[in-house]
């Protein structure tokens, strides 16, 4: 166990139910075969990246209850206290052809909308591609990278943040959100099953129940935003649509531009 500073008593902020949660995931139909617990790390990303490269089969689950260098999507960081949240990576090796694994994180973040909908009772959408809000505000953060042939889904949520704990301005957490002490083991399970029955639902190829479930649940269809892509060109417009390759679509002043990556802001 570290010394760093930010570990809270344990009565406070309790630690994951590891047992527990390594018989869930290895019993028949969790749709895992492994879930590790390791109290600290710098990044479940970047350990289940590694373990790709040496070949690890799917289905593997990482959870930290900290992380020294979480990281999110186009560079940034992701911090938060130790076990304030759910730092957890999985290892995928999709059998889909690689234009389709665009839909891979947009699929992580509707199972995060629905196990935690599931367990908090609250109300959740999505920021396209892969921000889950409540109330305008970012709850959780995915982020899918490829490693040769596989793909490492990672996703933040936080649980008991408080407001001076937040990394950013506009985030916030289940407690700050009016769920304090929320079982964090149970919330774990609920979007991990609820993430393996999405990627099933995608392997089999029902395209047109995921597009349409993702599309149900996105805040960002029918604002006005301002999309900032990777190269630093920006679209600004009203998102319309999610396209079959899980792009934005924005109607701009000159038509209808699909957005493959963007750093996306709701104007309106
Ligand atoms: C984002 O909002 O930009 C994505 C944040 C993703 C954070 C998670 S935490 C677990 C996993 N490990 C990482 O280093 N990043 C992801």
């Given at each position: 166990?570290?010394t760093?500073?930010?570990?809270s008593?344990?009565?406070?902020r309790?630690?994951?139910?590891?047992a527990?949660?390594?018989?869930w995931?290895?019993a028949?139909g969790?749709?895992w075969?492994?879930?590790r617990v390791?109290d600290?790390?710098g990044?479940?990303?970047?350990d289940?990246a590694?373990?790709?490269?040496s070949?690890?089969?799917?289905?593997?689950v990482?959870?930290?209850e900290?992380?020294?260098?979480?990281?999110?999507?186009?560079?940034r960081s992701?911090?938060?206290?130790?076990r304030?949240?759910l730092t957890?990576?999985?290892?995928?090796r999709p059998?889909r052809?690689?234009?389709?694994?665009g839909?891979?994180?947009?699929l992580?973040g509707?199972?995060v909308v629905?196990g935690?909908?599931?367990?908090?009772?609250?109300?959740?959408?999505?920021?396209?591609?892969?921000?889950?809000l409540h109330?305008?505000r970012?709850?959780?953060?995915?982020?899918?990278?490829?490693?040769?042939d596989?793909?490492?889904?990672?996703?933040g949520?936080?649980?008991?943040l408080?407001?001076?704990?937040?990394?950013v301005?506009g985030a916030?957490?289940?407690a700050?959100?009016?769920?304090?002490?929320?079982?964090r083991?149970?919330l774990?399970?609920a979007?991990?099953?609820?993430?393996?029955?999405?990627v099933?639902?995608w392997?089999?190829?029902d395209?047109q129940?995921?597009?349409s479930?993702y599309?149900?649940?996105c805040?960002?269809?029918?604002?006005?935003v301002?999309a900032?892509?990777p190269?630093?060109?920006?679209v600004s417009?009203?998102a319309?649509?999610?396209d079959?390759d899980?792009?934005l679509?924005?109607?701009t002043?000159?038509g209808?531009?699909a957005?493959a990556a963007a750093?996306v802001?709701?104007l309106r």
């Open positions: 166990m570290t760093e500073p930010g570990w008593p344990s009565s406070e309790p630690p994951l139910d590891e527990a949660l390594r018989a995931a290895g028949p969790s749709g075969r492994e879930l390791v600290e790390t990044s479940t990303n970047d289940l590694a373990a790709a490269r070949g690890e089969a799917a289905g593997l990482l959870v930290s900290w992380q020294r260098g979480g990281h999110g999507r186009l560079g992701w911090t938060a206290p130790p304030s949240g957890f990576s999985v290892l995928l059998t052809p690689p234009a389709a694994l839909w891979l994180p947009l992580a509707l199972a629905d935690v909908e599931e367990v908090a009772e609250l109300r959740l959408g999505l920021k396209w591609p892969n921000d889950v109330d305008e970012k709850l959780a953060g995915l982020l899918a990278e490829r490693v040769q596989a793909v490492v889904v990672g996703i949520l936080n649980v008991s408080r407001a001076d704990e937040l990394p301005q916030t957490s289940l700050l959100a009016g769920r304090p002490g929320l079982d083991s149970v774990l399970t979007v991990l099953g609820r993430l393996a029955a999405w099933a639902r392997e089999a190829g395209d129940g995921t597009r479930a599309r149900s649940r805040l960002t269809i029918g604002r006005t301002r900032d892509q190269g630093g060109q920006a417009g009203t319309v649509d999610v079959a899980g792009r679509v924005v109607e002043t000159s209808p531009v957005v750093d802001r709701h």
